[in-house]
DNA sequence: AGAGTCTGGATTGTCAGACAATCTGACCAG
DNA sequence: CTGGTCAGATTGTCTGACAATCCAGACTCT
């Protein structure tokens, strides 16, 4: 029962409970750039635009909170967080712990594991071949990240990267869209797979940490510019 | 401002809000062994007993969640989290992969860092020596080891290691108490840190995957046996 | 005029009570 | 003994309310 939950969780979002279905329009419009990074987000105004109660934004908001997307200071409730370059730092330092546990478990991983790697990497690709828009092509990127981290089989790791790269696309929303070369991205991507496939694995560790290093630097660079 | 808060969060516990006041006391229950794992925690019973409100306790529950402590079904409640070996498992896994980066990043850790993991190991020595209970035992002990990760200076690794923890403490709890030798977990420890005070990270490394990985197999006993 | 103080409105934190939807378990019919 | 139905219990959510706190602007005093 429980895998299936999982598996069609995607789906089943139609009756997902009023507050997660509150928490995702709220998610969606931090990453849409809708609200600017630190709005307060004011219990009422959410509950009468969006037709629910009060204490339904509240856990909505609670749960948000404890994903790192939004802060909450006592009696002045909560708004939505803001980038600082130490919180971009300490995402990708911790990315490449996750990550690079994930290339490092490389040839202990299933078959299964390592084809989803080529696959994510692949969808990734055609994506940009494709030119499809900028917001798919960032969540391709970020789950391609997340598949690495799943060759170790961990649930909880695998929790935790999603958490980190879900931070991380706030900030690339508010930063106003870091447009890198999106086939340079995938080049790298592809790069770092192929060593992987040759059982580079220490190569692979070595390459992954460079990449990080840039992306940090490239967000970086757009934060300070913004 | 934010620094004050931080370093005085445990103090102001007294004026924190109810909601966090709740959780505290269902978490102290938990790890306590007052409640055994799997027991469902009925809203209005535990407002009645706190005297709060049921929203109030809805909230606390689901930072309970949040934290892995428990466990939610919909329609039906959440209930005290039920530690399996594949859980115990993944736990220590992780628990590698962040206490691994810690070690590895002695080097470049500040002194302070260094010096903080050497005042813990100091401390559950002395604990171990003066026959502390084996609940105070238990914080020391996975005191230290989040100050492994705090050679990283991360500052989400060590809330993740925190969190890893005391889903840890709650198996322990469950588990009626793995007493294993006190001595030599603490002279395991010590061993750990002299590798690293003489600079030897790898041998440290590899210790410490000795260390968690005996650890596993223990709790993993004891769950078998309950 | 400038600086400190006070008051009103807005917002959060928390509570009480209520209702429909759903689940559980027991009772009853075949 | 098996299967269906029903009552009780519990959650998910709503409405409404109130005290505590915070912010802004007016007000007073020098």
Chains 1, 2 share one sequence.
């Not at 939505?80 to 911790?94: E, H, K, N, Q, S």
């Amino acid at each position: 029962m429980s895998e299936q939950a999982g598996r069609y969780s995607t789906l089943r979002l139609e009756h997902a409970s009023t507050v997660d279905r509150v928490a995702g329009e709220l998610r969606r419009a931090m990453f849409e750039g809708e609200v600017e990074s630190g709005t307060p987000l004011r219990e009422l105004a959410i509950a009468e635009q969006l037709g629910v109660s009060r204490p339904t934004v509240r856990e909505a908001l609670a749960q948000l909170v404890s994903e790192g997307l939004a802060t909450r200071e006592p009696n002045r409730g909560v708004s939505v967080a803001t980038p600082d370059p130490a919180m971009v730092r300490d995402v990708c330092r911790c990315r490449f712990v996750l990550e690079g546990a994930g290339v490092l478990a490389w040839r202990d991983a299933t078959p299964e594991r390592r084809s989803e790697v080529r696959a994510r990497l692949d969808e990734y690709v055609r994506a940009v071949d494709e030119g499809a828009s900028y917001r798919d092509l960032n969540d391709l990127h970020l789950a391609f990240h997340v598949s690495l981290v799943g060759l170790t089989g961990s649930p909880r790791l695998m929790a935790m990267a999603q958490a980190l790269v879900t931070e991380l696309k706030l900030a690339l929303a508010q930063v106003d869209r870091v447009r890198r070369n999106a086939h340079d991205q995938a080049r790298s991507h592809e790069a770092l797979v192929l060593l992987l496939e040759k059982d580079d694995v220490a190569g692979a560790h070595a390459f992954l940490e460079g990449h990080l290093s840039d992306a940090a630097e490239a967000i970086l660079g757009a934060l300070g510019a913004s």
